[in-house]
């Protein structure tokens, strides 16, 4: 019966992709940005100046549900670059281990091209740097060259921000004069430079290209240009509609965000340990800070994509913009990331395939002509082809090898620890063909977030492998979000589904901001429902069953039962 309701759309792909990647091979830029949730125009985002990513997305599919694997930037950058899930890579925080060495070595999205005969480029913070990723960004299994990272970036934590007492400090909030700078630039700034340099010398190259991107910003510190400030009035920031936390809120899933604690701007504010809240002020120059640094980004990748232009790889490129996950800005009385809130989990992504996503508006030189955002500010374009199923980073790696004309990665078994070339997302080539066709409301997104304690602790927000004792495994469909908070055993790497410690459910179409826990009250034959069906096709992770079961044995639980609340 599946193979049935698959042929028609399998058919589509075969026939579009004939004219598509029958043509000489198709480079790739693959561009991400760290910390950067949905805050763009192309996502509506009626504030947020963001005009050459607008751009990019008006000839792109955009994704308007996209959703990351767990919103810490090791785990889940593993996660989209090996197709993984966190428990496959067994990777769960930035500092733990080599994942090649203790969970498999699989191969990864670039690893891919490159035994295709690509040459596999990577600039700025693709991998997680560290331990995590070996110390040296997976060369050389991932790259063809050992990885560039920006001179720059060695004084992101230093003492460079200058406070009102004229003195220099390692702030949160960091606009600054970047002649005063060390090196008199910055990260971000380096990284279009030298990625502008290699697609120069790509061009005259007889193998095509993967040329990975990493920006680091809007990641904390928003040691950004501080002219990007201007763009945002102070006077017209404004607090997110739910900046409380949610009464109904397990303790266990909350994010007492002590990362931006230790900045020294932030310690000066004297805020208490681990609700706050953050003055009201300082809340809004944080929002005004982050939204600068968006447009920051938005800057260097209008710069970038126009040196696309200019070397005349525009029609020949497939181009990817997304993010390792999003950033709390006061919703739930959150900041940052930590979290299986959409905010942190839920990013942008979009995609561009010349001749395909952009056949109506054209390729050429002026492809992707750069937009001065102080020039015109108030520059809007309109989406290319929006996709609004649900869809995961682990499906970028078959998605864009198949769009690419490469064979996608077949699906992992069970186990698949000892298979070095599989894949654990779904190949979403057909969302290219007709996207509005395929709005699939059984499409789920997983995602999964660990925690030391029941209760918010200093290490909450990153705890070490070691500390892990719960883990909050999260559903997210078109209708709900659905996480279960279980035991964890870290010597074994043992979640223990039956040991529940707090559950959350929110309905979307009433509580799209998930600020109402319904656990206990109604939903739960949809959730039974569409998680059975998705578990007779085999897509969903291991877990997902015995969740499936938790919540047929619980639904007639009441919330007012679980004490767990923090109010």
């Known amino acids: 019966m599946l193979l049935k309701m698959m042929l028609p759309r399998l058919f589509v792909i075969c026939i579009s992709l004939l004219e598509v990647v029958g043509r000489d091979t198709f480079n790739v830029l693959y561009i991400m940005a760290d910390d950067l949730r949905p805050s763009l125009g192309c996502y509506s985002d009626p504030l947020v100046k963001s005009p050459n990513i607008d751009q990019l997305a008006s000839k792109s599919n955009l ?88 001179p720059s970036f060695h004084y992101e934590r230093r003492k460079v921000c200058k406070g009102t007492d004229g003195k220099l400090h390692e702030n949160l909030l960091c606009a600054v004069n970047v002649t005063e700078m060390p090196l008199g630039t910055l990260p971000d700034i380096e990284n279009t430079e030298e990625a502008i340099r290699l697609l120069k010398s790509m061009k005259k190259s007889k193998s095509p290209f993967f040329l990975a991107v990493g920006y680091y910003k809007p990641h904390i510190p928003f040691r950004i240009p501080q002219e990007f400030l201007k763009l945002y009035p102070f006077e017209k920031m404004s607090l997110p509609p739910d900046p409380d936390v949610p009464k109904g809120l397990p303790r266990v899933a909350y994010n007492p965000w002590t990362d931006i604690r230790a900045r020294e701007d932030v310690k000066a504010q004297n805020i208490s340990f681990p609700y706050g809240p953050i003055p009201k002020d300082f809340q809004l120059q944080i929002r005004q ?38 950033w709390s800005l006061g919703e739930h009385g959150e900041w940052a990331k930590y979290s299986n809130f959409d905010v942190a989990t839920r990013v942008p992504l979009m995609v561009f395939v010349p001749g395909l996503t952009s056949a109506s508006q054209g390729v050429g030189e002026n492809t992707f002509p750069y937009v001065d955002v102080f020039q015109e500010p108030n520059k809007r374009f309109t989406s290319g082809q929006v996709v609004k199923s649900v869809v995961e980073l682990v499906d970028l790696f078959p998605t864009i090898s198949h769009l690419a004309g490469l064979h996608a990665p077949h699906k992992c078994p069970q186990p698949a620890n000892h298979v070095h070339l599989c894949t654990e997302g779904e190949n979403r080539a057909y969302t290219f063909f007709r996207p509005e066709t395929y709005i699939s409301e059984e499409e789920m997104a997983f995602s999964q977030c660990p925690r030391p304690a029941d209760t918010p602790q200093l290490n909450s927000d990153q705890p070490h492998f070691k500390d892990v004792r719960v883990l909050g495994y999260s559903v997210r469909s078109s209708q709900y979000r659905y996480t279960l908070w279980v035991g964890f055993q870290p010597e074994s790497f043992y979640a223990n589904l039956s040991d529940v410690h707090a559950s959350e459910l929110y309905l979307l179409a009433d509580d799209p901001g998930q600020d109402h826990n319904l656990y206990g009250f109604k939903g739960y034959e949809l959730l039974s429902h569409s998680l059975g069906k998705l578990s007779s096709t085999g897509t969903m992770p291991r877990w997902t069953e015995v969740l499936r079961k938790h919540i047929s044995q619980i639904s007639h639980k009441s919330l007012n039962s679980d004490s767990r609340g923090i109010f």
């Not at 970038?304 to 020949?316: I, W």
């Open 63 to 150: 994704f308007s549900n996209a959703y990351a694997q767990q919103a810490l930037c090791g785990p889940s950058r593993t996660s989209m670059l090996t197709s993984r899930r966190p428990d496959t890579t067994k990777l769960y925080d930035n500092s733990n281990f080599y994942w090649r060495v203790h969970a498999g070595n699989y191969t990864t999205f670039p690893q891919y091209f490159k035994s295709h005969g690509y040459t596999t480029l990577s600039v700025g913070k693709i991998f997680h740097p560290g331990i995590v990723s070996n110390h040296t960004d997976d060369y050389p299994y991932s790259w063809s060259v050992p990885s560039y990272h920006p």
């Open 289 to 326: 800070h982050y939204f600068a640094s968006v447009s920051y980004v938005d800057a260097q990748v209008g710069k970038l994509l126009n040196a696309l232009d200019e070397h005349g790889l525009a029609e020949n490129t497939i181009v990817v913009f997304t993010s390792d996950h999003g």
